[in-house]
């Protein structure tokens, strides 16, 4: 058997107001939230597990980049530009921080978004193969 890493499971996000946090997460990107108390809330989103971690004022999971860019640590996928635009638009519409939809000169494209205390996360319209496979197959499956 080759040792490998399978997935991520937890991401930790640290926050100001861990409440406060999980209800924008839970009503902005459709979070499911099974755990909240005044240091933690643990949600379900994106196939995932998030802690939002109560932090220190000004802390957030992102960094700069050598040229002094402020820039994001992750990114979540969607199934198409179509999507990607519907959710740019939803999320403007919400009042949600948002940048501009851009070609970084790969395939798709992207857009970064912002939460209440300030993290980064980026959106692109590219799904991975392999999860737009494993997807297809749980739907057969549930169908059967």
Request: with cysteine.
């Amino acid at each position: 058997m080759i040792e490998t890493l399978i997935r991520v499971g937890t991401t930790y996000v640290p926050v100001r107001d861990v409440d406060h946090s999980a209800r924008w997460y839970r009503e902005k990107l459709g979070a499911t939230i099974s755990y909240c108390d005044h240091e933690k809330a643990i949600l379900n989103l994106a196939d995932q597990s998030f802690f939002l971690v109560r932090s220190l004022e000004g802390e957030t999971s992102n960094f700069t980049d050598f040229k002094g860019n402020k820039r994001f640590s992750l990114t979540f996928e969607v199934d198409g530009m179509e999507v990607l635009t519907t959710l740019h638009a939803k999320f403007k519409q919400e009042g949600v921080q948002t940048g501009t939809i851009e070609n970084r000169g790969h395939p798709g494209r992207n857009f970064v978004f912002y939460d209440p205390d300030g993290n980064i996360f980026d959106v692109w319209s590219i799904l991975s193969p392999t999860y737009k496979a494993l997807r297809k197959e749980a739907v057969l499956e549930t169908e059967r």
